[in-house]
């Protein structure tokens, strides 16, 4: 079995892997780089900054409705829950055993409203009001389709809402070779290493393909944030784990290496 397919188990057995990944499963942001210590500690600090700052470049305040899909152990709607007052947040995700978690730990404060589903991003549930906000931080590339999954947002979206995205974005000067390399090594290797509960398959695209997903479904692409360097601390950290419990050196430092060349970039895109 994959990491994440046995993670909430481990955390019965390590508490500062649950400190680590017990409310965020996604990458670190570092305002400095070079201030990472390379800990599970400083690691969880740095995974709960990235939904901070998605929060704040979203510009997110009191009273809004939010939809997190892919929300994973509910991580950013705890975040919000804490920071804001009044809002309805809704969290969505395919593994029923984090929204179990997710319901358990996190408990509505500030007046705010908070419902978790056991659900699919490309199909989403009836809801009886518009959305605010639309949130896929970091988990978008493991979706049947991006367009379902926009055509499904703004089906659910206010005309004056954003949708925000957070996603490794394609260099175009190596998206013939990485078409390959995704379709016949990289899906099999992360569904293998990382589990079926992360993702049994891989899509990476590029910044044009994004642009056509958004025309196609009534976005438009407002803003693009490139955080690459500020998530680099992020991999020696996960590098660790997956060599230490599985052995497997090119997954670890495959998607490590094209993002150090700039080949892969960490962004966060922001659509109106």
């Excluded at 969290?91 to 500030?110: C, H, M, S, Y």
């Excluded at 992360?190 to 958004?214: L, M, R």
Aim: proline letters at 3%; aromatic letters at 12%; hydrophobic letters at 40%.
């Amino acid at each position: 079995m994959g990491y994440f397919d046995t993670l909430i188990d481990k955390f019965a057995e390590d508490k500062e892997l649950e400190q680590a990944f017990g409310k965020h499963i996604h990458w670190g942001y570092w305002e400095n780089p070079a201030t990472a210590t390379g800990t599970l500690t400083d690691f969880a600090m740095a995974a709960n900054n990235l939904s901070k700052l998605v929060i704040e470049k979203a510009q997110i305040s009191d009273g809004v409705t939010i939809l997190d899909a892919g929300c994973g152990f509910g991580g950013t709607i705890n975040l919000l829950n804490d920071t804001f007052s009044n809002l309805k947040l809704f969290g969505v995700n395919i593994d029923n055993a984090q929204i179990e978690r997710a319901t358990e730990i996190i408990k509505p404060q500030n007046n705010n409203q908070i419902q978790f589903i056991n659900g699919n991003a490309c199909d989403l549930p009836h809801f009886r009001e518009l959305f605010d906000y639309a949130v896929a931080l970091e988990c978008i590339f493991a979706f049947p389709s991006r367009e379902i999954f926009f055509q499904q947002v703004r089906k659910n979206l206010k005309s004056s809402g954003k949708l925000i995205v957070v996603d490794f974005i394609i260099n175009p000067t190596i998206s013939n070779f990485w078409t390959w390399f995704e379709a016949q090594i990289l899906s099999r290797l992360i569904t293998d290493t990382y589990g079926s509960k992360a993702t049994n398959q891989v899509k990476f695209i590029g910044i044009k393909e994004y642009e056509k997903i958004a025309n196609k479904t009534g976005f438009k692409l407002e803003k693009v944030i490139d955080i690459n360097k500020n998530v680099q601390p992020t991999y020696p950290v996960i590098n660790k784990l997956i060599v230490d419990n599985f052995n497997d050196w090119m997954t670890a430092k495959g998607l490590e290496i094209f993002s150090q060349f700039n080949l892969i970039n960490y962004q966060i895109l922001i659509f109106e």
